[in-house]
């Protein structure tokens, strides 16, 4: 592993690394293994987050990322706390105003865990900079800026997150790059079933008790365990299914294998998904959104070109648009039009659930 001054060339330290080893520390994180298991937990240890924007947002993500246990925690703001930050940001005190958020808030957030590091990058977001961290997160981020982080963090394989919020709305943006791979789909435990038969043909058919339903779905791949006569099952490599019925689903070629006799149990294999993602700039262009209520289907594009209008109206004027200002309403209005907004092709646009 490089020095950390190698690996943090502009950053101030504000705790000292504690060496870390495959141990985990399961006192501290008890309830998150229950949820996410050791190999997880492994994974996010060995993680390297940078958080950009300290206001509300960004500092609860700093502050829930910091309490899941990652390798370590950079920080970034140098805007300097205005008073109206002390409503939404809970690490801020009335002395802190005209201080630069991330300098103060650092200290702070480090006194959370002990195992987490936490720094301050106190220099610009240039590319070499933001390449070294396994995840970037940005919040309160111009658009025009975003896009080239985005862009950075692709060529070096950096997972990238840009999320905000608008009022009562938000929005969230990830790109984890062309092949990222997901060991866990759904999130949910595996399906196990207790077999009452298996047929001996070119495409074994196999049927679990009418008491409980298999929940499999085409593609799903299975094993098996404590199956009486067709010994060949239990334990074999996990295989795919094709769902017939609710209660039964068919196999490969079990000709060849001994004759079933009772019992046996079905166990559900998760496997692996690669899932590819689109680059910011061109998501920007391209969108697809997840569907939240298909009652209003049109209202994620109406809050995407909206978002974008408030990303242009602040890089014209370095600040969001006043409450109640009729001036400010028109002029967003006439940002959100088609032709005001860097979209090539309103065509390309399509919505995805």
Request: aromatic share 8%; charged share 20%; glycine share 10%.
């Amino acid at each position: 592993r490089p020095p950390r001054s190698t690996l943090f060339p502009y950053t101030t330290l504000f705790r000292s690394e504690v060496d870390k080893v495959d141990a985990i520390d399961e006192g501290l994180y008890s309830r998150q293994l229950y949820v996410l298991g050791h190999e997880a937990m492994r994974r996010m240890q060995q993680s390297t987050v940078l958080v950009v924007g300290l206001k509300g947002l960004g500092m609860e993500i700093a502050k829930n990322v910091v309490l899941g246990g990652v390798k370590s925690m950079t920080l970034h703001d140098p805007t300097p706390v205005q008073l109206s930050d002390l409503s939404a940001q809970f690490f801020l005190r009335e002395d802190d105003v005209g201080k630069p958020r991330a300098g103060v808030t650092a200290p702070r957030l480090a006194e959370l865990n002990q195992y987490v590091p936490v720094c301050n990058h106190e220099g610009a977001l240039d590319p070499a900079f933001v390449q070294q961290f396994g995840v970037v997160v940005l919040t309160n981020v111009p658009l025009g800026e975003a896009i080239a982080i985005n862009d950075a963090c692709r060529s070096s394989g950096t997972r990238f997150i840009m999320t905000d919020t608008f009022g009562l709305f938000g929005s969230i943006f990830c790109d984890f790059g062309d092949e990222f791979e997901v060991s866990d789909v759904n999130g949910e435990d595996p399906m196990t079933s207790l077999l009452s038969s298996v047929s001996a043909e070119e495409v074994g058919l196999v049927t679990v008790y009418d008491e409980g339903r298999h929940g499999l779905e085409d593609g799903d791949f299975v094993t098996f365990s404590e199956v009486g006569g067709m010994a060949e099952l239990n334990g074999c490599e996990a295989v795919p299914v094709k769902v017939l019925g609710p209660y039964s689903f068919s196999i490969g070629d079990t000709r060849g294998f001994g004759a079933y006799t009772n019992g046996g149990y079905m166990h559900q294999v998760k496997q692996k998904k690669l899932v590819p993602f689109k680059s910011l700039r061109q998501s920007l262009e391209e969108p697809e959104f997840l569907m939240s209520d298909f009652a209003k289907f049109d209202r994620p594009m109406q809050l995407h070109l909206g978002f974008q209008a408030l990303h242009a109206f602040r890089a014209a004027h370095g600040e969001l648009p006043a409450p109640s200002d009729a001036a400010h309403a028109a002029e967003l209005l006439t940002l959100a039009k088609p032709t005001a907004l860097p979209l090539k092709d309103r065509k390309s646009t399509r919505l995805n659930s």
